[in-house]
Each structure stands twice: as structure tokens, then as C-alpha cells.
């Protein structure tokens, strides 16, 4: 026999001599006074004495022993093996997994129940089963990646933990088992440490697995329990990612948006019904000025056994209304898990292009097209007609007196004669990249060693190596011809998206009589070469950090170098290029959730002004990104020193978590079981006859119920042997 709670159980035995005192003190003692009849009182007493005094006895046995059975129902005792009579305190670690998995639902079925909803009542299941009276305590951490511990340390108060398990709801990241360990306590060791289990509770498709290590070594002493891998599988299609092939755009004159933009969205697809041909609706909608409006859809068609998708829809911009960031949605049918159904994009409409032209600044009346130099033909290509109605402000700047104050305000920025830029000017053409500004370089006209390379290539940390002298292309190699961009994403990332189609046909009539080499890196974007497969116009790798794109057109712009100024491709390859520069370079920075965000050049904090958490994220200024990652998608707006708005930064739902399909049971327990102590928490056979976690509670109500019935039939026994004592049924009393 052991007690769950031995410390009750002696104060209860110190409480069996409250009886004993009470009759100690009870007992008059007085000063015998002898008087003539006292003979026969006596006489009659010591005849009654013994019968009175074991009645006595028997009253204070029956008393002392009621209040020994209220002290060991109290105590509640364990009788049994020795696993049970070892049975006492429980610590628990509750992990609950709200990840992007844990929203999967039946499919067609939005009332039943999630996976999450499933966790959550199993976990309730072992908190009613634990008591804080005998010592219980319990702790909460969610597997949202990152994990965070949600009540730590363990707390006895398992309201608390009620609480904050009604409050849950799913995440959009994945699951991150490995940080939740990492956020477990040492654990108390010893023959008096109580019992610590870290229960894990997840439905276990495969979007839970698969995400690298499951933990590090548990804390010693520590048994990792989990509940069983769903047996359901169910269909589930998710937006992998959605972009703006020009995600700036200029208003027109009266603040409305004119013309049609394009965006691209890649969808995967798991579970059931991947063999089978299928239909998804794909939809773009905005909520700006306070109602929903559609923009574009598109269907896409899966072939059977189809798993990944890409769709271009056409956008309708017209009447968005004012200049400003707009959100755009992309949204597919509802289906198993509703949380990867969506995606977002910043749209940010303008009411003018400013442009800085880097070159020699001209004053009068425009020369003759025999005396155009570089810069001349550059602001033709750029204001082709009137300024006002492109809305793209070109001011020209010396490039000889280029300084960093000269760049502030400007978008993009085409360096028109580089070699009378000075070292200072490259320094702050660099920083202007930095801070997201497009660059379009050109080559010198100068036909002798280029000397301008060097500088650019450090200032504007560029991934090519420069030759010092031009080289002149053979006579039936000078054609051009236009490479399809090797992307994932050409869209995205090919600024000559929006003129691919026509492209070839008008690069093959521009002629090219000398280029200065440049050494062809695997990451940039190679968009134009001559017949002979030497670049003539390459971009800068797409997405390294922050910085805005650097075009380099390898030819100079003028007529002893190429025709291009002189023919139809040069105007809208030079619009192209700016307008996507500018679009790249003024991008919304994206990541997933579960991450930390990539806050634009100079905000101080990002927060999230329609989330259900307004807190402010701080950024860590020597990396760019903010210090906590955050779990849920959505649009977060950053702001500087004073407070201003400055950017926005998306976060889209995790993909990796959406796979539907449930995980095999065998590989779920070799992930979790590394550490050699594992158990499934289920009752009854287990997935693959697995072992049951072992029951630290007693078998039935145990005897604390039959002792407590024991003591109410002696209370009972105790009132009427007390009257039979007290001869309190006897009519009348000594005279």
C-alpha cells in the first residue's frame, strides 16, 4: 500500500489523539469528602465500575478510529503493483500542433471537425485526468513553427492551460518539433522527481513530416508520447506562390488606373484525386476602397497524375482608384485545408517614373540625329513622346559631379557615358542601388581599353569580370538574338517579360559591330547575344538581397557600335528595361511564415495593422530582418525612425505544410523515437501493435470510496454507543 498523499495522511494521524486529550481532560478529578451513606454508594459503584469503564474504552477506540479512516480516505491509498503503489506527482508537456497541417478538414465537409479540433480534445482527455491536489502540473507549448512555449513553466493551475488550449487556432507555418524540444526544461532527477511526459498531439500527414531533424535528445528522464498518424486521406490543392510581373504601375492623369497587368500563380495538388483530371478556379481580387472586386480569374486544368501548375492571368487595373499600395488576393476553391487556399500580393501604383540619365547634360534646342551622343539617344528611348503622357520624368544629370544627394528621389538610374563617372559617383550610384534603385549601365563609345569596370564592379558589387579592350564581332556573327531567361519563374524575373513575344523578331534586325566582354555568370539573366553567343545585354542574379537590378548592355549606344538606337527594339527595350527594374527594385520583399520578415532599407519596426496581434516587430539593422519570426500570413507594413510608413512586407502560408497525405505509422515512430523513449498515448492497439503509454492513475476508485463509507457507519455507531454510555435513555438519575 502506498498513499498519494502522505503528508495528509500524517496530519491525519496526529489528529487520532485529539480524541484521547478531549477524554483526558474530561476527567473531573475532586477531593473525596466520606460521609455515613457513601458506604452504599460505593459499594454499588464498584459493582458497576468495570462494565462503565469498557464503555468508556470503547467509545474513545470507536472515536480515534473515525477519525483514522477520514485520514486515510483523505490520503488515498494505492493498492497493487508496484507500478501503482509507485504512482505520484505528473509533470506534462503538452504539444499541440497548429500548424498549416493542423487545419485539414474532410474534405466537403467545413463543420467537421480539423485535425487541430482532434489534438485539442485528446489533450484535454490527459489534463482531466491529471490532479493538481496529489501534485499534478502541466505545461503548453504549440509546434507552430517557431515553436513557442504558451504556459512554461509547468503550473499546477490547469485553468490556465484549458484556457489557452480554447484559445489555440491553426498557424500558417509548419510544424517545428525540433524547437519545441529545445524550449523543455532540465528535468528534476532523483527517486522523489515526479513523473515527466511530453505528449505530442498531431494528426501526422506527411506536410508534418519531412521538414529535417524531429529533435534533439529529450531531457533525461523524459518519456515522448504522441497520438497516432490520421488514417484519412483527404485532397488538398495549394497556391504555392503568386507574383506581379509589374508590381509598380503608373496612374494616369486622373488618379485611374489604366490598361491591362499580368500575374503568375503556381498551384501543387495532394492526396485524393491526384490521378484523376481536374478543374481549379483560380481568382485575383482586391478589397481596396472597402468592397471586393475582382480583377482576373483563370481555370486551370490538371491532367491525371498532375501534381504542380502554373497559371498567367490577365489583370484589369482599370479603375482602381488612387495612388497608393494596393493588396491583391489570389484565392482557389475551398478543399481539405482552407489556410493554403490564398495568397498575396502588394500592388503599388504610382503617379510618375523619375528616372535620372547619367551622361552629358545639353542645353538649347535638341542636335541633329548626326550629333546625338549616348545620352541624346537614351532620352529619346525613354521619352519617345510626351513626357507627360508616359509619366516617366527624365532629368539629366553630369556625370562628372554624380554624388549621392544628386540620386535622392529618382527610381532608376542609366548611366549613359560611364567613363567620365568618378569614384565617388560609382559610390553613390552603389548606395542608390542598395536602397532598391534600378541601374542600366552602358559601355563607353570609346574605342580604346575601358577603364570605367573595375570601379562599377566594386561599387556595385556586380558578379561579372570585364574585359579592358572592346572586341569587333566578325561579319556574319553581328545579328542579335534573344535567349529564353533559364528561370523557375521567368515571369518574376525577366524584365523583357511583357515583350518576350515579340522579341526575337525585333532583335533579329539590329546589328552589332563591337562589345566589350563580360564574363557570363550561371545566376544572372542572360536576354540578348549576338549570333555568335556573345553577351550583349545581361541582368544581375534576380533576388540577391536587397539591392534593385543592374542591367548591362555590353555595347555602347551609338552608331559605330550597333543600330540599335536607330531601330524599333531600342525604345521598348529601354522602356522594359526600366519599368521592370523599377518593378524588382521596388518589390514587396516575401517569405513564408514561420520566418522572419525582410524588412525594406531603413524601417525600424514592422507591425501588422490588421492582424489579431498589433505588436510591433523590432529590425535587427546589421541583417535587415526583424528579430521574432511570425506564424501567420498576411500583409505587414514597415515604418522608420519617425514613424512613416515606408514599405509593406508578405508573408504567404507555408506550402511545405499543406501534403494532406497521412504519414505510415512505422516511419511517424522512427521519427519521433530517436531518443528510446517513445510510447503511443492511444489506448488499445496501437498502429502497428505499437506500445500504449502506461497508466499512472489506479484501476477503478480504489479504496479511499469504502473507507470513507467506513467512517460513516461508525459515526453512525459512535452517536448511539455514546448515548448508551451517557445512560441518556434512562429515565430520570440519581437523587
Given at each position: 500500500m502506498s498513499f498519494l498523499h502522505p503528508i495528509l495522511l500524517g496530519l491525519g494521524a496526529a489528529c487520532v489523539a485529539i480524541p484521547v486529550v478531549i477524554h483526558l481532560l474530561m476527567r473531573r478529578r475532586r477531593k473525596p469528602v466520606r460521609w455515613a451513606a457513601m458506604r452504599f454508594l460505593l459499594e454499588a459503584q464498584r459493582q458497576r465500575h468495570r462494565r462503565v469503564r469498557l464503555e468508556q474504552l470503547l467509545l474513545l477506540l470507536t472515536r480515534c478510529l473515525l477519525v483514522a479512516l477520514v485520514a486515510l480516505a483523505i490520503a488515498r491509498p494505492i493498492l497493487g503493483s508496484d507500478d501503482g503503489a509507485r504512482a505520484g506527482p505528473r509533470e506534462v508537456y503538452l504539444l499541440v500542433d497548429n500548424s498549416l497541417t493542423s487545419a485539414a478538414v474532410g474534405e466537403g465537409d467545413q463543420s467537421a471537425e480539423s485535425d487541430l479540433q482532434r489534438s485539442l480534445a485528446r489533450a484535454r482527455e490527459l489534463l482531466g485526468r491529471l490532479d493538481p491536489a496529489r501534485g499534478d502540473r502541466a505545461a503548453l507549448i504549440t509546434l507552430a513553427a517557431p515553436a513557442q512555449a504558451v504556459v512554461s513553466p509547468p503550473t499546477s493551475d490547469l485553468g490556465v492551460i484549458e484556457r489557452r488550449l480554447a484559445e489555440l487556432r491553426p498557424a500558417d507555418s509548419r510544424l517545428d518539433l525540433a524547437g519545441a524540444v529545445g524550449l523543455l526544461p532540465a528535468m528534476p532527477s532523483g527517486d522523489d522527481a515526479p513523473g515527466v511526459t511530453v505528449a505530442v498531439y498531431s494528426a501526422f500527414r506527411e506536410g508534418s513530416l519531412g521538414h529535417g531533424a524531429p529533435h534533439?535528445?529529450?531531457?533525461?528522464?523524459?518519456?515522448l508520447t504522441a497520438t497516432p498518424p490520421a488514417d484519412t486521406t483527404l485532397g488538398n490543392t495549394a497556391i504555392a506562390s503568386f507574383d506581379l510581373l509589374r508590381p509598380v504601375v503608373i496612374a494616369s492623369p486622373d488618379d485611374a488606373v489604366t490598361g491591362l497587368s499580368q500575374a503568375r500563380a503556381t498551384l501543387t495538388r495532394w492526396g485524393d484525386g491526384v490521378d484523376e483530371a481536374a478543374l481549379t478556379t483560380l481568382r485575383v481580387v482586391t478589397d481596396r476602397s472597402g468592397t471586393s472586386r475582382e480583377l482576373g480569374a483563370a481555370v486551370v486544368r490538371w491532367a491525371p497524375g498532375q501534381r504542380e501548375a502554373q497559371s498567367t492571368i490577365d489583370l484589369d487595373l482599370a479603375g482602381l482608384g488612387r495612388v497608393g499600395r494596393c493588396v491583391l488576393r489570389a484565392e482557389i476553391d475551398r478543399d481539405a485545408n482552407d489556410r493554403d487556399n490564398t495568397a498575396l500580393a502588394v500592388l503599388e501604383v504610382r503617379e510618375q517614373f523619375r528616372v535620372a540619365l547619367v551622361g552629358a547634360r545639353r542645353f538649347g534646342a535638341r542636335p541633329r540625329l548626326d550629333d546625338f551622343g549616348p545620352s541624346d539617344w537614351l532620352r529619346l528611348a525613354l521619352e519617345p513622346t510626351d513626357a507627360r503622357a508616359d509619366r516617366i520624368e527624365v532629368?539629366?544629370?553630369d556625370a562628372a559631379r554624380l554624388d549621392t544627394g544628386a540620386l535622392a528621389?529618382?527610381?532608376?538610374?542609366?548611366?549613359?557615358?560611364p567613363a567620365r563617372v568618378r569614384p565617388e559617383g560609382w559610390a553613390a550610384l552603389g548606395e542608390f542601388r542598395?536602397?532598391?534603385?534600378?541601374?542600366?549601365?552602358?559601355?563607353a563609345p570609346s574605342p580604346g581599353a575601358q577603364l570605367?569596370?573595375?570601379?562599377?564592379?566594386?561599387a556595385l558589387d556586380l558578379p561579372w569580370e570585364f574585359e579592358r579592350d572592346p572586341t569587333d564581332i566578325p561579319e556574319g556573327a553581328r545579328t542579335l538574338a534573344a535567349p529564353l531567361p533559364d528561370t523557375p519563374s521567368p515571369g518574376a524575373a525577366d524584365p523583357l517579360w511583357f515583350i518576350r513575344a515579340e522579341l526575337a523578331a525585333l532583335a533579329e534586325t539590329v546589328s552589332v559591330q563591337r562589345v566589350l566582354g563580360v564574363s557570363q555568370t550561371e545566376d544572372a539573366l542572360l536576354?540578348?547575344?549576338?549570333?555568335?553567343?556573345?553577351?550583349?545585354?545581361?541582368?544581375?542574379?534576380?533576388?540577391?538581397?536587397?539591392?534593385?537590378?543592374?542591367a548591362l548592355l555590353a555595347t555602347a549606344v551609338d552608331l559605330d557600335w550597333t543600330d540599335l538606337p536607330a531601330r524599333p527594339l531600342m525604345v521598348p527595350l529601354v522602356q522594359e528595361l526600366v519599368r521592370g527594374g523599377i518593378g524588382a527594385g521596388r518589390s514587396t520583399p516575401t517569405t513564408t511564415a514561420g520566418s522572419r520578415l525582410t524588412a525594406p532599407v531603413g524601417a525600424v519596426e514592422v507591425v501588422d495593422r490588421e492582424g489579431a496581434d498589433p505588436r510591433a516587430l523590432p529590425v535587427d539593422p546589421s541583417t535587415g530582418l526583424t528579430r521574432d519570426a511570425v506564424r501567420d500570413a498576411g500583409v505587414y507594413f514597415a515604418r522608420d525612425t519617425s514613424g512613416q510608413d515606408i514599405g509593406a512586407v508578405i508573408a504567404q502560408p507555408d506550402t511545405a505544410a499543406s501534403d494532406t497525405t497521412p504519414a505510415n505509422a512505422g516511419r511517424v515512430e522512427a521519427w519521433l523515437g530517436a531518443s528510446g523513449r517513445f510510447a503511443w498515448t492511444d489506448t488499445g492497439p496501437g498502429p502497428g501493435d505499437a506500445p500504449t503509454e502506461p497508466s499512472r492513475e489506479p484501476a477503478g476508485p480504489g479504496p479511499g470510496l469504502a473507507l470513507l463509507l467506513a467512517a460513516l457507519l461508525l459515526a453512525c455507531a459512535e452517536v448511539g454507543l455514546a448515548r448508551v454510555v451517557s445512560h441518556a435513555s434512562r429515565a430520570g438519575g440519581p437523587a
Open positions: 534533439g535528445p529529450l531531457p533525461a528522464g523524459a518519456t532629368e539629366t544629370l528621389g529618382f527610381d532608376a538610374a542609366v548611366v549613359a557615358e542598395a536602397r532598391g534603385g534600378a541601374v542600366l549601365l552602358t559601355v570605367w569596370p573595375e570601379q562599377a564592379r566594386a536576354l540578348l547575344e549576338t549570333a555568335d553567343a556573345r553577351p550583349v545585354l545581361l541582368v544581375s542574379p534576380p533576388g540577391a538581397s536587397r539591392a534593385g537590378p543592374v
